[in-house]
């Protein structure tokens, strides 16, 4: 447990029931908690090296979900009610010390069912801001010395974050708007395409737009980090080429290991890391599988992990595993067609048989505990393992929010 938590819950100063709806809430280790055992020794050096190392993870969603998420009333009402519960108690049980929040993203439907609204963004984003105002466990972070700072406090730095440009329509000064908000990343797109470009669910893709070209002018210029996870894949290497400072593909994996739309080329993951940019490896169900497993779990995400280090180098990897507290392989279900589960999944992979979770990496506290025990496991040192778990993503964070 981290020692600068004292044990708040979400929205903790009002009360359920009169100052908002009820909502039955899973348990944040619904589906039990896996652990991958070391020896006492490599336990001991572990958790030397993560008291020393700050954690850091480019892309979560660190809120519960509701209970009856497969009655899809409930679920899409939970969403609607536009307050996410962040697990406080569950993350003060990670090794994470940053953690990239992505807020309600694709299931932002609280005034429109096709989501994505920025009045909503808006609700959204205030609605946490005030929740985070209320207690002193999560710091929002404005820049690198705040996850230091956090880091030694025993807290951990907030950073939200919305995952695909499409709120800010035609309005490039969104962009600073959002920044003043602090918000410190942004997605050129989500699935779908917007004004700045084609999202990765398009049969086609014309590139950066004139407009997504002005935009990631302003975010360099505001110091806004640049994400291109969801993007088409030449819309994503435009925006590669178009920024003056380094990028990166905050929930990812390699095509070349599993093939489907969802998944980056190996062009594109040489692209970023010739920019200097990071590349953070994803583990929402159903995405990081490899033909080697042919399922998902931990061995098959790191699969991943070791593939694009060995294409790009280490400095050049980190973890964004794109996990949240709740059935996440229900919430896809749930949301298929907000998420465009069904077109980024298209490719050219084996079948595969459907799981209930991702073992060893099923939310944000399982997968910060894990991925470091699996790189101890097997044979990577403090500085490599220090590299991927935050180190190389604070050398970007240093160059772009500076």
Same mark, same amino acid.
């Given at each position: 447990?981290?020692? *600068?938590?004292?044990?708040?819950?979400?929205?903790a100063?009002?009360?359920? *029931?009169?100052?908002?709806? =009820?909502?039955?809430?899973?348990?944040?280790?619904?589906? @039990?908690? +896996?652990?991958?055992?070391l020896?006492?020794?490599?336990?001991?050096?572990? +958790?030397?090296?993560?008291?020393?190392?700050?954690?850091?993870?480019l892309?979560?969603?660190?809120? $519960?979900?509701?209970?009856?998420?497969?009655?899809?009333?409930?679920?899409?009402?939970?969403?609607?009610?536009?307050?996410?519960?962040?697990?406080?108690?569950?993350?003060a049980?990670?090794?994470?010390?940053?953690?990239?929040?992505?807020?309600?993203?694709?299931?932002?439907?609280?005034?429109?069912?096709?989501?994505?609204?920025?009045? !909503? /963004?808006?609700?959204?984003?205030?609605?946490?801001?005030? !929740?985070?105002?209320?207690?002193?466990?999560?710091? =929002?972070?404005?820049? /690198?010395?705040?996850?230091?700072?956090? &880091?030694?406090?025993?807290k951990?730095?907030?950073?939200?974050?919305?995952?695909?440009?499409?709120?800010?329509?035609?309005?490039?000064?969104?962009? !600073?708007?959002?920044?003043?908000? @602090?918000?410190?990343?942004?997605g050129?797109?989500?699935? #779908?395409?917007?004004?700045?470009g084609?999202?990765?669910?398009?049969?086609?893709? *014309?590139?950066l737009?004139?407009?997504?070209?002005?935009?990631?002018?302003?975010?360099?210029?505001?110091?806004?980090?640049?994400?291109?996870?969801?993007?088409?894949?030449?819309?994503?290497?435009?925006?590669?080429?178009?920024?003056? &400072?380094?990028?990166?593909?905050?929930?990812?994996?390699?095509?070349?290991?599993?093939?489907?739309?969802?998944?980056?080329?190996?062009?594109?993951?040489?692209?970023?890391?010739?920019?200097? @940019?990071?590349?953070?490896?994803?583990?929402?169900?159903?995405?990081?599988?490899?033909?080697?497993?042919?399922?998902?779990?931990?061995?098959?995400?790191? #699969?991943?992990?070791?593939?694009?280090?060995?294409?790009?180098?280490?400095?050049?990897?980190?973890?964004?595993?794109?996990?949240?507290?709740?059935?996440?392989?229900? $919430?896809?279900?749930?949301?298929?067609?907000?998420?465009?589960?069904?077109?980024?999944? *298209?490719?050219?992979?084996?079948?595969?048989?459907?799981?209930?979770?991702?073992?060893?990496?099923e939310?944000?506290?399982?997968?910060?505990?894990?991925?470091? +025990?699996?790189?101890?496991?097997?044979?990577?040192?403090?500085?490599?393992?220090? &590299?991927?778990?935050?180190?190389?993503?604070?050398?970007?964070?240093?160059?772009?929010?500076a």
């Amino acid at each position: 447990m981290k020692a *600068g938590y004292k044990g708040y819950q979400a929205y903790a100063y009002l009360d359920a *029931g009169e100052d908002y709806p =009820q909502i039955a809430w899973a348990a944040w280790d619904w589906a @039990g908690r +896996r652990l991958l055992e070391l020896p006492p020794d490599e336990e001991e050096g572990l +958790r030397d090296i993560l008291q020393r190392r700050p954690y850091i993870s480019l892309h979560d969603h660190p809120t $519960l979900f509701p209970e009856e998420i497969s009655v899809l009333r409930a679920t899409f009402d939970a969403m609607r009610s536009g307050r996410q519960f962040c697990a406080y108690d569950a993350l003060a049980q990670s090794g994470l010390d940053c953690v990239f929040d992505n807020l309600m993203d694709g299931v932002n439907i609280i005034s429109s069912p096709g989501g994505w609204k920025w009045i !909503d /963004v808006l609700h959204d984003l205030g609605m946490r801001l005030c !929740d985070i105002a209320h207690q002193d466990f999560l710091v =929002q972070c404005k820049g /690198v010395q705040d996850i230091w700072d956090a &880091k030694k406090q025993g807290k951990i730095a907030w950073v939200p974050v919305i995952e695909g440009a499409a709120p800010i329509e035609n309005e490039v000064d969104r962009i !600073d708007v959002l920044y003043g908000l @602090g918000v410190r990343q942004l997605g050129i797109t989500y699935s #779908e395409s917007n004004a700045l470009g084609n999202g990765l669910k398009e049969e086609g893709d *014309g590139g950066l737009t004139h407009f997504g070209r002005a935009c990631v002018a302003r975010m360099n210029k505001v110091g806004m980090l640049i994400d291109v996870s969801h993007c088409g894949p030449k819309t994503a290497y435009d925006a590669v080429m178009a920024s003056q &400072k380094p990028i990166i593909a905050s929930h990812i994996g390699a095509r070349s290991v599993w093939d489907i739309k969802r998944l980056a080329s190996d062009e594109l993951l040489q692209a970023i890391a010739r920019k200097g @940019g990071v590349i953070g490896v994803e583990a929402a169900p159903h995405t990081t599988m490899s033909r080697t497993h042919n399922t998902h779990n931990l061995d098959s995400v790191m #699969e991943h992990f070791e593939y694009i280090k060995n294409l790009v180098g280490i400095d050049h990897v980190a973890f964004g595993v794109d996990t949240l507290y709740g059935d996440h392989v229900g $919430l896809h279900h749930a949301f298929a067609a907000h998420l465009s589960m069904k077109q980024t999944k *298209g490719g050219h992979t084996a079948a595969y048989t459907e799981v209930p979770f991702v073992w060893g990496l099923e939310n944000p506290t399982e997968a910060s505990l894990n991925i470091p +025990r699996w790189l101890v496991a097997h044979g990577y040192g403090e500085e490599e393992i220090a &590299k991927v778990i935050g180190g190389n993503a604070l050398r970007v964070l240093g160059e772009v929010w500076a």
